[in-house]
């Protein structure tokens, strides 16, 4: 099946930072989502972005789908930032099988 | 509108004992899972449901049976619960390929 590695597996950050988060994926997919799960456990979906740039405020996603990598891009991050961020990806025609890395866990202090 | 809706929140089993795991979404999504999250594990995919009437094995699917009662409605049935079955389940739901997925709040599981 498809790996997906995320790194790196833990970061910590002072307020205010910024932070890079990878997604490497071993096959060609055509389907590629970021979620947040926060300190409660909620799944929050953040991005689908299977190729390209995409920005939601102080959050923005690329993929380079030719290269096997997604990037994750957290700026001026807030303590409400704090959890554990995921890439899952589903490899072209899986009819919807979605892999999930194993996650990057963030902890941003005040 | 609820979203996902995963039904118990809790539970505590003894080793040997079945349950089934409910999950309803409102938002006519094609699309239903169920993954298991370990600590240090990430999310892994027992089942999925591509359309009504079709389920499909994940990564993890030994010990579990799904039915996709219909277009709202996907269970999880453990026959004979083991201590290893002990984790949190979320339940999902997109529109299809392509489209986001929505996750229900979880089920933590324990399996004595």
């Known amino acids: 099946g498809i790996q997906v590695e995320q790194s790196p597996p833990d970061l910590i950050l002072q307020e205010g930072a910024n932070s890079t988060l990878r997604c490497n994926f071993s096959?060609?997919?055509?389907?590629l989502q970021w979620f947040h799960q926060n300190p409660w456990g909620q799944l929050i979906n953040l991005f689908y972005?299977?190729?390209g740039t995409k920005q939601n405020g102080r959050l923005s996603a690329t993929t380079v789908a030719t290269e096997r990598y997604s990037l994750l891009y957290i700026s001026s991050s807030q303590t409400t930032d704090s959890g554990v961020y995921f890439c899952?990806?589903?490899?072209?025609?899986?009819?919807?099988?979605?892999?999930f890395g194993q996650g990057t866990e963030l902890s941003v202090k005040p | 509108n609820a979203g996902v809706t995963q039904t118990p929140k809790f539970q505590v089993l003894k080793t040997g004992q079945s349950m089934t795991l409910q999950c309803a979404q409102d938002?006519?999504?094609?699309?239903m899972y169920w993954y298991r999250q370990d600590p240090g594990m990430g999310l892994r995919l027992i089942y999925y449901s591509a359309s009504e009437g079709t389920t499909d094995k994940g990564e993890v699917p030994n010990g579990y049976n799904v039915s996709r009662l219909n277009k709202r409605e996907f269970s999880l049935r453990l026959e004979s619960a083991a201590p290893s079955q002990t984790s949190v389940y979320f339940c999902?739901?997109?529109?299809?390929?392509?489209?986001?997925?929505?996750f229900g709040n979880g089920t933590r599981l324990t399996v004595t």
């Open positions: 938002m006519n999504h094609n699309s």
């Open positions: 096959d060609s997919v055509n389907n």
């Open positions: 999902a739901s997109s529109g299809g390929q392509g489209a986001p997925l929505h």
């Open positions: 899952a990806v589903e490899r072209n025609n899986q009819g919807g099988k979605l892999i």
């Open positions: 972005i299977p190729s």
